[in-house]
């Protein structure tokens, strides 16, 4: 891997990471850029099963990459069974170098018409679910003595008010999350664990897709609000995985990396 020889920081060799939310889409990109880094990637999702291209860069990882991509069933809503699941991580590879917290939902609906229970699913999986596995993925690293990076997808939505996009309990949770890793930085930074969050803008997954079928004059208008004029893909994040788990980032704490074509710059 040309990282070791040139860029030896961004290396990720020996190194252990879990990722959350890894079953499709913005996990998954990442978790494959974090094999092809050179680390040993435990993927962990709610789906009974991932999606196909998991498999394929499962293969990918064993044949030509000399690390592996596990799979790992669980919602970060059930707390003991997470605790459980990492530690058995931990036991196992006797470390725990990194986490990208990747695993939230998403919900459109009109503030006034949000119900109590539709609030708090949201609030539970986006901020609850993302701190509790941070937290459980520290105690690992506190247990093994070597630090680590913790990464949390939030949004530019934590940061604005979409236009033309109804989610207020979303943007609210993403908002959680920024404050979230300001506050995990502080506490755990004696630990030498940093903590830092990733903001992305407009993502075109399966799931963007199928909401542009609904609202057509999203995807014509989406890409005027940002300086570069387009969405992003899911591969256009791999290099902030890298970046922020690895030495790269090495004095990188309590920060939040925007990456949304400028859209809330403007």
């Known amino acids: 891997m040309s990282t070791t020889t040139g860029l030896p920081e961004f290396s990720l060799a020996n190194k252990v990471v879990l990722v959350s ?47 592996s991509l596990h799979y790992r069933q669980i919602d970060v809503r059930d707390v003991a069974a997470l605790n459980k699941i990492v530690e058995e991580i931990g036991d196992v590879e006797g470390r725990l170098d990194g986490l990208i917290a990747a695993a939230g939902i998403q919900q459109e609906t009109p503030a006034l018409e949000y119900t109590a229970e539709d609030a708090n699913r949201m609030f539970e999986v986006n901020m609850t679910g993302v701190f509790m596995t941070s937290q459980a993925c520290a105690k690992q690293m506190i247990r093994f003595g070597n630090g680590g990076s913790i990464v949390m997808i939030a949004s530019m939505s934590g940061s604005i008010a979409n236009r033309g996009l109804i989610c207020a309990a979303y943007n609210a949770s993403k908002a959680g999350v920024i404050q979230l890793g300001r506050n995990l930085a502080a506490e755990w930074g004696p630990h030498n664990i940093r903590v830092n969050t990733i903001s992305p803008g407009y993502i075109v997954t399966a799931m963007v897709e199928d909401l542009f079928v609904k609202y057509p004059d999203r995807k014509a208008d989406w890409p005027t609000q940002n300086m570069l004029g387009r969405l992003s893909k899911p591969a256009e994040y791999r290099g902030a995985a890298v970046f922020l788990i690895s030495d790269a980032s090495s004095f990188m704490t309590g920060a939040d990396l925007k990456m949304d074509g400028g859209h809330s710059a403007w």
């Open 21 to 67: 939310g890894a079953a499709r889409g913005l996990g998954l990109t990442q978790a494959e850029a974090l094999l092809e880094a050179g680390a040993k990637v435990y993927a962990l999702d709610r789906l009974p099963e991932p999606s196909p291209d998991f498999h394929t860069i499962a293969e990918r990882a064993k044949s030509q990459l000399n690390t």
